[in-house]
């Protein structure tokens, strides 16, 4: 990446950075600035970002309504946990006008004619940006091109960032695509779809495409058909696309098998251990799955947590994450533990099974899973494998009567007093059967004219 790029005067662009503290009345409301003579309905119809009650949140989850990383328009904007973002905000902004050629007076111009619409947008609207538009307009741009950048990346189209950039590079946006699009699907976390319209139409040149050229750039970014309406803004965007229908893709994520290791062994698929994290792959002509040995105990949780995050921010591979999203999925109860242990596949040196359980069940948390990992495709064969046997009847067959032996030994045979009482009980069975038939034959071989046997 080249310096101009990373190491810029944000003042060059018109762009206000220093001023990012919180105001002294977050909830001024824009009718006390507004002319006495303009219509109430036009502003309530022109309204379309809210901020929420404080009884809401108060009995809810508050996190639920706040951003976890980047803040959105003009309600979280300065907050202290979200500034890190701030920093690869300017960064999206920088080269998204860069690559564009286009002066960054330009943009703000394009914004600047729709400042009031664009103001009226927010229920709630602090003050100073009411009484100053080129620091609401300067946020607007900030917030659209990191939208445009970091949505425009996830679709798949190659930028002019660092193969290693802890955000814009393809790896970058997967591991915070899960927390950003949270963070962009949140009520008081929008901006108007106008913003991004004007943004797209000024960087295809100084005469601004036309809408539906414009409207055919942003669906490939944004992900929605060109001729469904995109709303007012994300979360406005999203929910017309679970009613009406998104576009697809056409190549949809391959469906993988959620069955424990105690189901797939019912199914007759065994575990095999191996030595090397290298080797791990699901044996088709077998029917069984290649995992290597996993040893917990006090110290080794420290180690995984770690080995994750490290792979996650320092390294392009996802491998360690794609085999904890293997192991969690196979472990869901004791006894996955128990059969995974017995073939020597876990190695459990903490207090308890359930401690096993619940470690994996953390560490899989946040995990971001590689298609082409070693991990990811023995699940996808297995699944396949799966599939392909479950339709033949021989294998549903075996599959239940699998399921009902395993159910009499964890009712009947789980301990040695269970097995006592199952052998007493058919015992006395075989006594009583036996009673009634010599009660039955003597009553035979008593009656006149009867012959005993």
């Not at 940006?129 to 798949?156: A, H, Q, R, T, W």
């Not at 901006?191 to 005469?207: A, C, F, I, N, T």
């Not at 192991?327 to 903490?350: C, G, T």
């Amino acid at each position: 990446m080249s310096d101009s790029v990373e190491n810029y005067d944000q003042n060059d662009l018109g762009i206000n950075t220093t001023s990012m503290e919180s105001y002294d009345d977050p909830n001024a409301c824009i009718l006390d600035v507004l002319d006495s003579g303009q219509e109430e309905e036009a502003i309530w119809k022109n309204r379309s970002i809210y901020k929420l009650h404080s009884f809401i949140k108060d009995r809810n989850d508050e996190n639920k309504f706040e951003p976890l990383l980047v803040s959105i328009g003009p309600y979280h904007h300065g907050k202290k946990q979200l500034m890190p973002m701030e920093v690869h905000k300017h960064r999206a902004l920088r080269h998204f006008i860069e690559r564009s050629r286009e002066p960054a007076q330009e943009y703000k111009n394009a914004l600047m004619v729709e400042v009031k619409k664009l103001q009226e947008s927010y229920d709630q609207l602090d003050v100073e940006y009411l009484n100053n538009p080129d620091k609401f307009i300067e946020m607007m741009m900030v917030d659209g091109c990191f939208i445009l950048e970091f949505m425009d990346i996830l679709s798949g189209a190659p930028k002019d960032y660092a193969p290693s950039d802890p955000v814009f590079s393809y790896y970058g946006c997967i591991i915070h695509s899960n927390c950003v699009t949270r963070d962009m699907l949140l009520l008081e976390n929008q901006l108007p779809y106008l913003v991004l319209e004007k943004l797209v139409s000024v960087s295809q040149g100084r005469d601004q495409a036309p809408q539906d050229r414009v409207r055919a750039i942003l669906s490939q970014m944004m992900m929605f058909s060109p001729d469904m309406d995109p709303g007012r803004h994300m979360l406005d965007m999203y929910m017309t696309g679970l009613f009406k229908g998104p576009a697809t893709p056409k190549e949809e994520a391959d469906p993988i098998v959620h069955l424990s290791a105690s189901q797939l062994d019912h199914a007759g698929i065994k575990f095999n251990k191996i030595s090397s994290f290298c080797e791990i792959k699901f044996d088709r002509n077998r029917s069984t799955l290649n995992l290597p040995a996993l040893n917990i105990n006090e110290y080794s949780v420290s180690t995984f947590m770690n080995l994750k995050a490290f792979e996650l921010r320092g390294t392009t591979n996802r491998d360690f994450n794609s085999y904890i999203r293997l192991m969690d999925s196979l472990v869901k109860s004791v006894e996955d533990v128990k059969l995974l242990d017995s073939q020597r596949i876990i190695s459990n040196f903490l207090e308890s099974n359930e401690a096993v359980v619940k470690l994996l069940k953390d560490l899989a948390r946040d995990t971001v899973v590689d298609k082409h990992s070693n991990s990811y495709i023995a699940r996808k064969e297995m699944t396949e494998h799966y599939d392909e046997n479950k339709k033949h009847w021989r294998f549903g067959l075996k599959l239940h009567a699998k399921g009902w032996i395993s159910n009499l030994k964890q009712t009947y045979f789980s301990n040695p007093w269970s097995i006592i009482s199952v052998v007493a009980a058919a015992c006395l069975l075989v006594l009583t059967v036996l009673q009634t038939m010599y009660t039955v034959k003597s009553f035979y071989q008593g009656r006149p004219g009867i012959k005993g046997t």
